[in-house]
């Protein structure tokens, strides 16, 4: 990633809130021959005993799975909609575009659990992605047994150790103030990625120019 003072959000809170509102991650790792392996599944930051976590699920025998039960070691990358930023755009227009977007990697070990905690992952994601409707019949507790029992073997729970986080949320904070309020005004003109980020730079307007007073950027 690109590890630039400019992109990166001071507040804690900010970090953890992404990774809760983008879980669809991907866990990349190697292979015994060195071969880059990767999937994407959801993936929950939880804390217990005062550490963090990662805990998600994954298919039992895949090429993934014999990879981290062979090196342990994973990237875990959570991302968001992303945008291209058009040169034009900024005061100078005379400018290389760029693309705008936010995400969060994680380093870590991975390790595999048992049954009794793929079921308490199971029953926390689907509970998550149902908007915790217990009642729902697609949630883990709900579903039939005879269900459960012929799947619950085909996938296996795992948890990951949090070594190192970092995060790059680039979203033209190295920009002057009216070549980022442009960007904003022509973001919001674009398909949902592109309001999407427009919206993340609207909220950190009085962060990016704490100096300057606020003001209304004509179209």
Not at 71 to 100: D, E, K, Q, R
Not at 165 to 171: C, D, I, P, R, T
Not at 179 to 196: E, P, R, T, V, W
Request: glycine content about 4%; hydrophobic content about 35%.
């Amino acid at each position: 990633m690109y590890n630039l003072p400019d992109y990166k959000d001071k507040n804690p809170a900010a970090i953890q809130a992404f990774i809760d509102q983008h879980p669809f991650a991907f866990v990349a790792g190697c292979d015994a021959d060195n071969k880059p392996v990767a999937t994407q599944v959801p993936v929950f930051i939880e804390e217990e005993a005062g550490r963090k976590v990662l805990r998600g699920h994954i298919m039992k025998n895949t090429d993934h799975h014999r990879a981290f039960l062979h090196n342990p070691n994973v990237l875990v990358v959570f991302t968001s909609p992303h945008t291209y930023v058009s040169g034009t755009w900024y005061s100078n227009p005379n400018i290389a575009s760029t693309w705008n977007y936010m995400s969060v990697h994680i380093q870590g070990r991975i390790r595999f659990l048992d049954e009794a905690a793929l079921e308490r992952v199971l029953q926390k994601t689907s509970l998550h992605f149902e908007k915790y409707n217990a009642k729902s019949p697609t949630v883990y507790d709900n579903l039939p047994d005879s269900f459960k029992q012929k799947y619950i073997h085909a996938i296996v729970a795992f948890e990951i150790e949090i070594l190192e986080m970092g995060h790059v949320f680039k979203l033209s904070q190295d920009r002057d103030e009216a070549s980022y309020h442009s960007i904003i005004q022509k973001l919001k003109q674009q398909d949902a990625n592109g309001q999407f980020i427009a919206a993340e730079m609207e909220k950190r307007t009085k962060s990016v120019f704490p100096d300057e007073e606020e003001k209304t950027p004509s179209d």
